[in-house]
């Protein structure tokens, strides 16, 4: 989805080495989410952000941190990369839905970052 | 504990045949489930959403599912399958109540033989 992109879309890096992938939507949405996915696995939630102040710890958050910048702005940061976080990494974000219930609004994906820790 | 099973890893068919691709979840309470699909090198699309309401939710690209709470499964069908229909699907859940984490299943390679 061209609303949402995600930079860089592939990384090749080394072990303990920062790295931080970055996502920006134009779709006004203010809830965003980082999954990654690994083959076998399907997508595991690492973070989310309901809004600018609140951020909130996944399924897998261990050996991951996230700033939310701006609303249209959230990036995940691997303090020290390690091989096993070599995976897909996807951002994501959903609306508010009517009378702030959120959990039926569909979740929008950029196209993904190809993360490789050697 | 919220969990979601796609029981078939790869799913061959004719094209122009009936497709199934399968999924079952776990929650507790009563469920919100979607199906989304993911083309080669592409983000996971969105297909369709059980939210409330009639049973069979119809979605994009001619695809269906049918929510059956007895046998707690959501399968995705299309009645007539298409080679551009190749692709990697998954099925999701969360609780109506609770933690907003979206659970996905593994996914199910779906290919459409001509």
């Known amino acids: 989805d061209a609303d949402v992109t995600q930079t860089p879309r592939n990384r090749i890096t080394k072990t303990g080495k920062r790295i931080m992938l970055e996502c920006s939507q134009t779709?006004?949405?203010?809830?965003m989410y980082w999954y990654r996915q690994d083959p076998g696995l399907g997508l595991r939630l690492i973070y989310y952000?309901?809004?600018?102040?609140?951020?909130n710890k996944g399924e897998i958050s261990d050996g991951y941190s996230v700033s939310r910048q701006a609303q249209a702005k959230f990036s995940l940061s691997l303090e020290s990369a390690i091989p096993n976080q070599t995976a897909l990494y996807f951002c994501?974000?959903?609306?508010?839905?009517?009378?702030?219930?959120?959990?039926?609004?569909?979740?929008?994906f950029g196209p993904g970052t190809r993360l490789t820790v050697l | 504990a919220q969990s979601v099973a796609q029981p078939e890893d790869q799913v061959n068919v004719a094209e122009g045949n009936p497709l199934t691709v399968k999924c079952t979840y776990s929650?507790?309470?009563?469920?919100?489930l979607f199906w989304y699909v993911q083309y080669p090198n592409r983000g996971l699309q969105f297909l369709l959403k059980?939210?409330?309401?009639?049973?069979l939710v119809k979605g994009s690209y001619g695809f269906e599912a049918e929510f059956n709470k007895s046998q707690t499964s959501f399968h995705l069908k299309k009645p007539s399958a298409l080679v551009s229909d190749s692709a990697l699907y998954f099925c999701?859940?969360?609780?109506?109540?609770?933690?907003?984490?979206?659970?996905f299943g593994t996914g199910t390679r779906l290919t459409v033989i001509p």
């Open positions: 059980y939210i409330t309401g009639d049973n």
């Open positions: 952000s309901f809004d600018v102040k609140d951020i």
């Open positions: 929650v507790s309470g009563n469920p919100y």
């Open positions: 994501a974000t959903s609306s508010v839905g009517l009378a702030g219930g959120t959990a039926y609004n569909e979740q929008f």
């Open positions: 779709k006004g949405h203010d809830r």
């Open positions: 999701a859940v969360r609780a109506q109540t609770g933690a907003n984490n979206l659970f």
